[in-house]
């Protein structure tokens, strides 16, 4: 079978670029007993990828050059020598930036797309879903009319963990890049507030403003000078989830940002930083709660599906300048 796949060019340096990707025309291997062939059908696209395409020792593994990008997929099963699949099956997997490829079944999970659609598993059943409930629920620990913020909060975790807030009873501000972004959560979302960063005059007043009686959660999924300035509104015995950094995964130097030690220390904040595999062996208790609030109409969500396989590298890149609302999705259709 013809396959189109997508290596990893050259390494970045800052905003990665198309240079730093290359397409390439190749067969699939020959399928083997326990193996399956497999049709690409929607490709996730994750702000962490950024730190593979570099070449440090991290918790995921670096892409090496002139080797596939690979990372969250659902696929459609076109032929199978596995037991456990058969032609038709929907499943999930790490799998290569490819429009087809062959893989071991024991590597796959098999998914259900009667009751929930394809793209769920890629975002509020998938990692981001599953992501924003064990950061709300076992770091950030809201309680009933805590004051929480979540930034990057029109974003794959940060649509679902502010929602997830709201359920617990809690007062939510999202922060996030545009005002069409703001009118979504809280049109849609049911975030209470919401704060454009790129066009308030001063975040720390904005936050303050909105947030009369201080913050008590802050879901940080961005760092950098908004993360400052929300530090700066945390109250006594407050807790920081530490997500994600995006404002920083281009940074070619660490930027010098204000000292907040002095406030964790005095106000006794807790901030932990923690990643979603911590929670691997719990990740069935979220993807109930999860299931169970899409269903009782408590949790929504939202996709930014681009459609093609060649616009993989663009829809990557687009992360980093805000072009998704929810969570940013490839069909290779
Ligand atoms: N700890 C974990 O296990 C874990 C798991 C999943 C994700 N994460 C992290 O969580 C964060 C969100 O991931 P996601 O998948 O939900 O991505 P996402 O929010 O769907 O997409 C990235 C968003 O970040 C915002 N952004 C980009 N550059 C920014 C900047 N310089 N300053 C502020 N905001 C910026 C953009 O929205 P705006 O329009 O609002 O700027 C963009 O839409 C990322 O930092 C990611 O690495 C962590």
């Given at each position: 079978m013809k396959s189109r796949q997508i290596v990893l060019a050259s390494r970045p340096h800052g905003l990665p670029s198309s240079e730093n990707f290359r397409f390439e025309d190749r067969e699939t291997d020959s399928l083997n007993d326990n193996e399956v062939l497999l049709k690409t059908w929607y490709i996730s696209v994750d702000p962490y990828m950024r730190g593979r395409m570099n070449d440090v020792k991290s918790y995921a593994a670096s892409f090496q050059i002139d080797q596939p990008i690979a990372g969250s997929v659902v696929a459609k099963v076109i032929e199978s020598k596995s037991n456990s699949f058969i032609?038709?099956?929907?499943?999930?997997?790490?799998?290569?930036?490819?429009?087809?490829?062959v893989e071991k079944a024991e590597k796959l999970r098999k998914v259900d797309i009667k009751s929930v659609p394809p793209e769920y598993y890629l975002g509020?059943?998938?990692?981001?879903?599953?992501?924003?409930?064990?950061?709300?629920t076992e770091i950030g620990k809201p309680k009933k009319s805590e004051t929480v913020v979540v930034s990057g909060a029109a974003g794959a975790v940060g649509i679902v963990a502010g929602q997830i807030a709201k359920i617990l009873g809690s007062y939510v501000v999202g922060?996030?890049?545009?005002d069409e972004k703001c009118k979504l959560l809280k049109e849609q979302f049911g975030f209470d507030e919401a704060i454009n960063y790129k066009t308030a005059k001063s975040m720390a007043t904005a936050i303050a403003t909105v947030c009369p009686?201080?913050?008590?959660?802050?879901?940080d999924n961005v760092g950098g000078e908004i993360t400052d300035a929300v530090i700066a509104n945390l109250n006594f015995h407050s807790r920081i989830v530490i997500c994600g950094q995006i404002s920083l995964y281009n940074s070619t130097e660490i930027p010098m940002g204000p000292r907040v030690f002095p406030q964790i220390l005095t106000k006794s904040i807790l901030a932990q930083g923690f990643?979603?595999?911590?929670?691997?062996?719990?990740?069935?208790?979220?993807?109930?709660?999860?299931?169970?609030?899409?269903?009782?109409?408590?949790?929504?969500?939202?996709?930014?599906?681009?459609?093609?396989?060649?616009?993989?590298?663009?829809?990557?890149?687009?992360?980093?300048?805000?072009?998704?609302?929810?969570k940013m999705l490839v069909e290779t259709k």
């Open positions: 032609e038709g099956d929907t499943v999930f997997g790490m799998l290569p930036w490819a429009t087809y490829c509020i059943l998938g990692m981001p879903g599953i992501t924003a409930y064990f950061g709300m922060i996030t890049g545009s009686k201080g913050v008590d959660v802050y879901f990643i979603v595999s911590n929670y691997s062996e719990h990740f069935g208790e979220a993807f109930a709660y999860l299931a169970q609030w899409i269903s009782e109409g408590k949790l929504k969500y939202a996709h930014t599906i681009i459609h093609g396989f060649d616009k993989l590298p663009d829809a990557f890149i687009s992360l980093f300048s805000g072009k998704n609302q929810g």
